[in-house]
């Protein structure tokens, strides 16, 4: 009897060590019940078998061949979902897949722990010799007596081994099975972590079931340990009961009481008890991991959110003399009072925005409060039926002192309608929306010239035929310049444009606008890419309050704005071209209702993100050629022709007609090296006088894009010129020396003589690199500008006669038209050290820069007159020293020390230096350092005329922080030439600014 349960033992085994052999294996008989599997598995490479074509089906299954096994099935696993288009991962499983896997985990506890209860009780019943040899006295005496049937207990035992080979089949999957249920916990760990506040009771039940489950693994590994042990004591077992030789069959000498003792009825029944004991453990714990997934589901299908700021400061800034700036003295400080209007001049309005270093720092107020908080919330996967949020959001603004009041400053809420996307915001005072260049264009207002307090609504339309995009604006605007260009007071607006796009690539957009009681109009745009060409273009017209809509289309009752522009791209060849018409009244953002296109910003581009200025009309094409010659060759080439918009305004009748073009070409040399000649030319048309060539214009297009001429831009457009450049790339990767910048020039302008009269040679170099922990910052400038006619007999008063007389209206006397001779020198230094590894962890700054413009003549080209100016003259320095570890962990210190004196330089704001417009002081790039106008606007034009009246500034500046708060102090004066006192000033202020 205990040969015959060694028998099924060994069949167990046979199962379990399935899958060592090749296809049609010498040693598995026809017929053996596993023989298909065998094959099968070979067939498909899973198994291999042993080198002389043997099976081995009897032999014990090591840890290294089972990890060769599950190895090769999943790799077999994986081909095959990857040829179905399926990710080979445990998201490709189906519920079902993993449900008979749960099932696999629990039969393999079941069936395994039963079977070591059984090898328990076999070794307990033939564990030693004593056992062997009264078996084979027995089986002597047993030999006369027939074999008694096996009955009831023989089908228990073939129950058993049915199940144990059911068991073994479940072992090969019960260890992945166990290790992807931690897995899937410890994803549900990480989401639960994700939610916050009201689920630390949930983060806790997941991290004891995370337990459970990896107990559950554990059990696994051990299991699968018991598997081999089980072999192990089996197979000793064995030879134990043979004695090392094959005993005769002893089922057939075995009584029916022996039998039993070995396996009776209520030892399978017991065994089946454990193992359903055990499953509903598992079951439970499964349900309880299901339940879990809901609960972190739910929870994250809505997130909420607070966030907010806090910002207050004390202090102020006043001056005993005229208001003067610090910013050219120490940018970035905290006691600047930033951008703003200009805070001097007269009438008539409206003053222009200006720049920080446009303005004064002094006579101003710090002392205030202020704090913001925004609630959110949004829904991780919304709905796509009906109306549905995604995310919405609420900011607070409050007022702290020294007054207090509370706004709702913004709010929005998006979501779809039927999968299809909307948005609603609302802003206390910055609404933002474009709807084209020149139409309700208020998207770039950053310093809220106008104020507008609104809602914008917009709604996606992807289901709708030509799938819509429509945006509705509407609220209340405020022009905060004293000049009222844009809505003269508190105005009521509202404006509706949807964009169209019924094919891909092809956007058309109509439009609607109006300001209540002011003006309304309507505008069109479109925009069109096909292939290489990309066409785009717009009409608006509005026109004041009243009269019939009609008038809109009529362009001497409304005022029109339109241009179309179109570019092809042939890959080495680019082309692009336009042709425009804008009103004057679109200057200032006025026709338009445009915050963006209006005259506040200073400087060039003061019609925003429009492409061309008002009161222009014309065309202009542009082509640019590249190709691989040396190192690269571009060709560039332009021409542009425009009017002002209707014709007459000007002094001649016949109104004036601008034309420019040139080419120009940028060949790559070696070592960073490039070479840039090019040629312009600038022709002013008008009927009475002729043509006139101008060296360049202030013409048409003077805050445009187009048609104005700027020293430095590409090619010197835009005048009448020829030149050429050597130019080393400091950031080409083949660069001679890498953050080295050297720029020689030479380019001669023709004054309208025919002669090229004005020569201009420069030179300039500058490098940025580290040297150790030194960063350096060293440059050097040489200008020559040269007007041949110069002390010569007046050839061209004529000329600049015709000139002036075309630009201006009559009323208006020409200016005197100079042109000088001049030689400047310009150069500087900026060190700096990183922070040094000593107490403190200090760091330096060193900056010093000087101008000096020698050899000044001065010629008058309508009288000839010449006369000999002094020498202009800056310097400029500034040291530092930060503690950037002060004291304790999170604090820093600077203080700075820093001067400017100017000698026959121009401030139009008085006869001292109270402004330093534009910071050049390290630029290699232009004449100045600080001075009107910045950079030069036209190289004849040296815009001098303060003689030695001018001044300087000096002053120090000491700024504290310990994270987020921080205390600034400065103390400075403004001299005159003489150095005599102007002015005296002190800034002081303490500020805390947090965001949470």
Known sequence: MKKRLVILLAGLLTVLSMGFGLAQFSDVPAGHWAKEAVENMAAKGIITGFPDGTFRGNETLTRYQAALIIYRLLEQINAELKAQGESPTMAAMDEETLNALKNAVQELASELAALGVRVSALEDNAASKDDIARLEAMIEELKAQPAPEPGM????????????????????????????????????????????????????????????????????????????????????????????????????????????????????????????ALRSDLVGLSEKVTKLEGQVAELSKVQYSIKGSLSVAYGTASSTGPNFDIDRLFPGNQVSSGAGQQDYGGPPPPYRKRVAQRR?????????????????????????????????????????????????????????????????????????????????????????????????????????????????????????????????????????????????????????????????????????????????????????????????????????????????????????????????????????????????????????????????????????????????????????????????????????????????????????????????????????????????SSGIGAYGNYSYYFYNIQDSRYSTSLGVKLVHDARAKDALIPGLTLVLGYQVFDDGSGNYPFQ????????????????????????????????????????????????????????????????????????????????FKPSLEGVYARRLTTDIQEHNNLTGANASLSDAEETFYRVGLALNEFLVPGASLKVAYASYRGTNVVDPAGSFLTRGYGDFSLSATTDRLFTYPGEVQFPWNLTTGAKTNSGGVDGIYVEAKYYNFTVAYLDAILLDGSGNVQSYGRAFKVSYNVEF
């Open 153 to 276: 207990d023989e089908a228990a035992l073939q129950d058993l081994m049915d199940r144990v080979e059911a068991a073994s089949i479940a072992a090969d999957t019960a260890l992945a099975q166990a290790q992807q249920l931690a897995e899937q916990l410890d994803a549900l760990s990480q989401d639960v972590e994700g939610v916050k506040g009201d689920v630390a009771a949930l983060q806790t039940q997941v991290e004891a079931n995370a337990g459970a489950i990896q107990a559950l693994n554990e059990l696994a590994v051990l299991l699968n340990q018991d598997v081999l042990t089980l072999q192990d004591r089996v197979t000793a077992l064995e030879k134990l009961v043979s004695g090392g030789a094959e005993l005769p069959d002893l089922e057939q000498f075995a009584t029916k009481a022996e039998l039993e003792e070995l396996a009776t009825k209520e030892d399978v029944a017991a065994v089946q008890e454990f193992a359903a």
């Open 360 to 696: 004064g720092d002094f006579d101003q107020t710090f002392t205030g409060g202020s704090a913001n908080l925004t609630f959110g919330v949004k829904v991780a996967q919304p709905g796509t039926s009906g109306v549905n949020v995604s995310e919405a959001s609420a900011t607070l603004y409050a007022d702290t002192f020294p007054s207090t009041s509370l706004s709702l400053d913004s709010a929005t809420v998006k979501g779809n309608v039927d999968g299809q996307a909307f948005s609603v915001a609302y802003s206390n005072g910055g609404s933002s929306f474009a709807f084209n260049d020149y139409l309700f264009a208020n998207d770039q207002d950053g310093d809220g010239t106008v104020t507008r307090t609104g809602v914008v609504a917009s709604f996606s339309g992807t289901k709708f035929p030509l799938a819509p995009e429509v945006t509705v604006v509407a609220g209340q605007a405020t022009d905060n310049d004293p000049g009222k260009r844009i809505f003269p007071a508190d105005t009521s607006y509202f404006g509706i444009r949807t964009a169209f796009k019924p094919l891909e690539g092809f956007t058309l957009g109509l439009n609607y606008v109006r300001a209540e009681g002011l003006r309304y109009g309507v505008g069109a745009d479109l925009s069109l890419a096909l292939g290489p060409v990309k066409l785009t273009g717009l009409f608006d017209s509005t026109k004041a309050w009243g009269g019939d809509w009609t008038d809109l289309f009529d362009s001497t009752l409304s005022d029109w704005a339109y241009y179309v522009k179109g570019d092809v791209n042939l890959g080495p060849l680019t082309l692009s071209a336009n042709y425009r018409a804008i009103d004057p009244d679109y200057e200032n953002g006025k026709a338009g209702l445009s915050a963006n296109y209006n005259y506040f910003y200073f400087g060039v581009g003061g019609n925003g993100n429009a492409p061309f200025a008002a009161d222009n009309r014309g065309f202009g094409v542009d082509a640019k050629l590249s190709l691989a010659f040396l190192g690269g060759l571009e060709v560039r080439g332009y021409y542009e022709n425009a009017y002002d918009y209707d014709g007459v305004k000007l002094r001649s009748s016949g109104g004036y007609q601008q034309q420019a073009y040139g080419v120009g070409a940028t060949l790559k040399l070696f070592a960073g090296f490039s070479l840039n000649p090019y040629w312009n030319q600038l022709l002013l048309s008008n009927t009475a006088e002729g043509d006139t060539v101008l060296p360049g």
């Open 760 to 839: 201009d040679l420069l030179a300039y170099t500058s490098y940025q690199g580290k040297l150790g922990f030194l960063s350096l910052q060293p440059y050097f400038r040489y200008h020559s500008f040269t007007d041949a006619d110069v002390g010569t007999a007046n050839t061209r008063g004529a000329d600049f006669n015709n000139y002036y007389a075309i630009l201006l209206p009559p009323a208006v006397p020409a200016p005197t038209a100079l042109t000088y001779n001049y030689t400047t020198y310009k150069y500087g230094v900026k060190v700096a050290t990183d922070p040094l590894d000593i107490p």
